[in-house]
Structure formats: C-alpha cells, structure tokens
C-alpha cells in the first residue's frame, strides 16, 4: 500500500538553528499538508500546499516556517530559527484526486523535533 | 469553521468489553468524517471514514461509527475489544473547498485484562 515518508523519525536541535523536516508524499497525490502535535495535545493544522503554493496556513504557521517543494516528489517544512515551544511530532500528509480522494489524507510515520 | 469535541479524554475498558468512543462536530458546510488512531510512539492511521451514502461505516480492526446529522455525532463502537486496542483515538472533520482536516482532542483507550 502506497504510504507517506519522513525523514528524519526523530531530530535533535539546539534553540535557533534552523531545521528542515522532509516528506515524500505519495506519487500521485495532488494536496499536501503539515500537522504538529505537542506531546499530550492535539493533532493541529500548520499549512495545506496546492499546485505549488500555499492554499491555507493557520496562525501558528507564521514567517519562521516556510514549505517547498523543489523537486516535484518532496515536501519539505522548514523552521527559520527554532524555538523550544517547536518541540513537537510534526506530521505530514497528502490527498488525492477527487473529492473522496481530496478528502481522506494520509499520513507519514511523524518528525520528532527536540528544541533544547 | 469546523470543530470537533471529544467528550471522553480517557476511556478504560476491560478485554472483551464493548466500548463507544464519543464524537461530536460543528460545521456550517457538509462534512466529510473520519477516525484516526494512534498506537503509542506511532503515525495516525486511518480507522474509518464517512464521505455519503450509508451512515454506518466499517472501519479496520472490528470498529464501526455511525454518522448522526440530527445530532451531529459520529461516535466509534467496538463490540469486543482486545489489549491491542489500546492506543489513542482522534475524531476528525473536513469540508469544504481546502480539504483541511480538524481533530478533536482525542480520547485515550486503555484496554486492561
């Protein structure tokens, strides 16, 4: 079964460095998107990218974050200057064609960042 | 804006023992709606999902859910479950245009034998 891959499972960083999280979406899906989720809290919503280019960010997706992708198969976040409140599993998924397949998003394995 | 409520943060349940795991959204356009678990130090996988027609899905592992427009409810049910259920349970929302997904909190199932 096609399935969504990130890299790396689990990263350790100093407060601000920079970190980029990489995502290899499933081929032909269209939409892609990052989640976080702070250990004990919620899956929340970071950033939806559509035909190469933000489609909808939510507030905590401000101008340290930032989404690419250079290469037609991955998808990248970056985070400028990490701060501890970053620590967090970041998750990222992606939706295919058509309304049931644009609807229903499959998720990778999950980026473990430490800010220490 | 959409958004979901999980009612039950924790949910203990012995083996064998039925279990309903409780979800209720909001949303102002039609909604598309899902179940993802979440087994300890793992991604989210998806259980089961409701996009239209019958309103009782099937989902892996034994669970179903059944949609409620009336009450807006879309609660999870497992008639027996096992030690390997044991893991965290999000209820999810999507509608409209951006395909964005809203979760609900969660609610942690402890399968005790």
């Known amino acids: 079964e096609p399935e969504v891959t990130q890299t790396p499972s689990h990263q350790v960083t100093q407060m601000g460095q920079e970190v980029i999280l990489r995502c290899v979406p499933i081929?032909?899906?269209?939409?892609f998107y990052w989640y976080r989720q702070i250990l004990g809290q919620k899956v929340e919503f970071l950033v939806s990218?559509?035909?190469?280019?933000?489609?909808?960010k939510s507030e905590i997706f401000d101008d340290q974050f930032s989404v690419e992708r250079p290469d037609g198969s991955n998808f990248t976040l970056k985070i400028r200057s990490t701060k501890l409140e970053d620590s967090a599993m970041y998750f990222c998924?992606?939706?295919?064609?058509?309304?049931?397949?644009?609807?229903?998003?499959?998720f990778g394995a999950g980026s473990r960042l430490t800010v220490l | 804006a959409q958004s979901v409520t999980q009612l039950d943060s924790q949910v203990p349940v012995f083996e064998e023992a039925p279990v309903e795991l409780r979800c209720n959204y909001s949303?102002?356009?039609?909604?598309?709606l899902f179940w993802y678990v979440q087994y300890p130090n793992q991604g989210l996988q998806l259980l089961l999902k409701?996009?239209?027609?019958?309103?009782l899905v099937k989902g892996i592992n034994g669970f179903e859910a059944e949609f409620n427009k009336s009450q807006t409810s879309f609660h999870l049910r497992k008639p027996s479950v096992h030690i390997s259920d044991t893991a965290e349970y999000f209820c999810?929302?999507?509608?409209?245009?951006?395909?964005?997904?809203?979760f609900g909190k969660g609610t942690l199932l402890t399968v005790n034998p």
């Open positions: 990218f559509y035909n190469n280019e933000i489609s909808e």
């Open positions: 409701y996009l239209s027609g019958s309103t």
């Open positions: 949303s102002s356009v039609s909604v598309y």
């Open positions: 081929s032909n899906h269209l939409y």
């Open positions: 998924a992606s939706s295919g064609r058509g309304y049931s397949g644009a609807n229903v998003l499959t």
């Open positions: 999810a929302v999507t509608g409209g245009s951006n395909y964005k997904l809203t």
